[in-house]
């Protein structure tokens, strides 16, 4: 039986170009780092479809180019070997195509950064996850810029070797976090007390009951965590407000 993937620090590092993160993704996966634990942000993915058709005001955009397939026939096949594929609006820096595991970390606004057009838009995200503010300053910046953020969350014994990877690849302003990104639940949700405490901060107790409905719905379905989670955001989004407080506590009217 394989031995479980230990995911224990994230490596984050800014790149330039596309065909720069297509080529640092396929070395990570070949290098044997889960490709559920690799996540990719960027605003110029080049395509001959324009995508600005999906983008509106509203926080989360998902809309029908959900799958990494479909992400995977516009911007590249690298994206297609990723888990949990959205395009977000995040203050500051405008629409993105979010890859992996940091998208249901925006989708679920850990530090509330993310809700309407207020706060400090990505920074206040980056450092919630413990990153320096000076670096998530820069990482906002170049990403507003249009360059791509990649980030590896990897065992801790072999960090140092991910690194060099990352930095001989072309990554720039390399950082690690000493720690994965947070998740949902680890497989099904038994009660409230399973979810990451940056996710149950964020749901009232009726919302947390809606949103474990849906997500173990989804992974009985798919087996894919990373499914379920954006699916369960997607839900919390289409049916609750937040409050003043950042809570999805306000249901929303039906007419």
Not at 81 to 107: N, R, S
Not at 229 to 237: D, L, N, Q, S, V
Request: aromatic fraction near 6%; glycine fraction near 12%.
């Amino acid at each position: 039986m394989a031995e479980a993937y230990k995911a224990e620090r994230t490596i984050s590092a800014v790149f330039k170009e596309q065909k720069q993160v297509d080529d640092v993704i396929r070395r990570l996966l070949d290098r044997g780092v889960s490709r559920d634990h690799i996540s990719v942000m960027g605003r110029n993915f080049q395509s001959e479809t324009r995508i600005a058709g999906f983008i509106t005001k509203r926080d989360v955009i998902l809309g029908g180019l959900r799958s990494g397939a479909v992400f995977g026939s516009l911007f590249g096949s690298f994206l297609s070997l990723l888990t949990g594929v959205g395009v977000l609006f995040i203050p500051f820096v405008g629409p993105i195509v979010a890859a992996g595991p940091i998208g249901a970390v925006l989708l679920g606004a850990a530090s509330g950064a993310i809700a309407g057009s207020a706060g400090a838009g990505l920074v206040s995200v980056l450092t919630t996850l413990g990153m320096p503010e000076d670096k998530a300053a820069v990482y906002q910046t170049r990403l507003e810029a249009g360059e791509f953020l990649v980030m590896a969350e990897v065992p801790g014994d072999r960090s140092g070797e991910y690194q060099l990877l990352i930095q001989t690849a072309g990554g720039e302003e390399v950082q690690t976090i000493e720690k994965a990104l947070p998740r949902a639940c680890a497989g099904g949700c038994n009660s409230p007390e399973d979810l990451s405490p940056e996710i149950r901060s964020h749901l009232s107790g009726e919302a947390q009951g809606k949103f474990i409905e849906r997500y173990n719905t989804v992974i009985k379905e798919t087996n894919d965590e990373a499914k379920a989670e954006h699916a369960a955001w997607e839900m919390i989004h289409q049916q609750y407000d937040e409050d003043e407080n950042g809570v999805w506590s306000k249901a929303k009217t039906t007419v």
